[in-house]
């Protein structure tokens, strides 16, 4: 994806690791590269362009969105990570220019499902969500940037909850807090002790609604209070198990 004919700089790149949940899976936002070929969204950068701020625009233009959760997390410089002669065919006449090596920085991103629109990067980019534990091939390396990606996602959440709370929507229930964690994690939890620690958590706090239209007895919603939980940041975490 590329934001416009720009003067690109052929040597650096941004890769951005797009993560979503869709109430019990862990998903990856995909950009098709070519038919039935998909890739990380990302672009080469534009000189004079501060990195960080790249990434945005590049993710604004992905999904429309703007001011959502976006952390570098990696430096990908092997000397040969894009060697194949189509890659960087496709890159030189994605971007025109001429390219020997590419040094990316990499980024993840968290994005609410049921919040984004959906049809907008799907009919402008060929986009769309997939389940990241059935993502075996990516282009280029973006296989390795993304599995990195999940790494490091993991490892925060296990001292910073509020990255489970940039997937949920405003108003959850204990069962999608489990079910978030462990798409995550890739592992499953007790039931009983799990949400014993949740009801434990101050800023985990009940609302006076229930869930609407679900086939089970609806449960009581909560919300993240952001405020009570960097007060209260010095208490055991939440999820570190």
């Not at 993560?19 to 000189?47: A, R």
């Not at 402008?124 to 999940?150: M, P, S, Y």
């Not at 006076?208 to 609806?218: G, T």
């Amino acid at each position: 994806m590329t934001i416009s004919k720009q003067n690109y700089n052929p040597s650096l790149s941004i890769d951005c690791v797009i993560f979503g949940f869709d109430s019990k899976s862990l998903k990856i936002l995909l950009v098709e590269q070519t038919k039935n070929v998909y890739k990380l969204p990302g672009s080469l950068v534009v000189k004079n362009e501060d990195l960080d701020v790249y990434a945005a625009k590049v993710l604004k233009e992905l999904t429309g969105f703007k001011n959502v959760y976006l952390k570098q997390f990696f430096t990908f410089g092997a000397p040969n990570r894009i060697s194949k002669a189509k890659d960087i065919l496709w890159i030189e006449n994605n971007y025109k220019v001429k390219v020997k090596r590419i040094i990316s920085t990499a980024y993840y991103s968290l994005i609410k499902i049921d919040e984004s629109n959906t049809e907008f990067y799907e009919k402008k980019h060929n986009a769309q969500w997939l389940n990241v534990a059935e993502i075996k091939e990516l282009a280029f390396d973006h296989l390795k940037i993304l599995k990195k990606g999940l790494e490091t996602l993991r490892a925060e959440l296990k001292f910073n909850p509020v990255v489970c709370f940039e997937l949920l929507p405003e108003k959850f229930s204990l069962r999608e807090i489990q079910d978030i964690y462990e798409a995550i994690q890739g592992i499953s939890l007790d039931n009983r002790n799990f949400r014993k620690k949740l009801k434990s958590a101050k800023y985990i706090i009940p609302t006076k609604e229930k869930q609407k239209s679900v086939a089970h007895k609806p449960a009581i919603l909560y919300k993240f209070d952001k405020k009570i939980y960097n007060n209260s940041f010095k208490e055991s975490n939440l999820f570190n198990f």
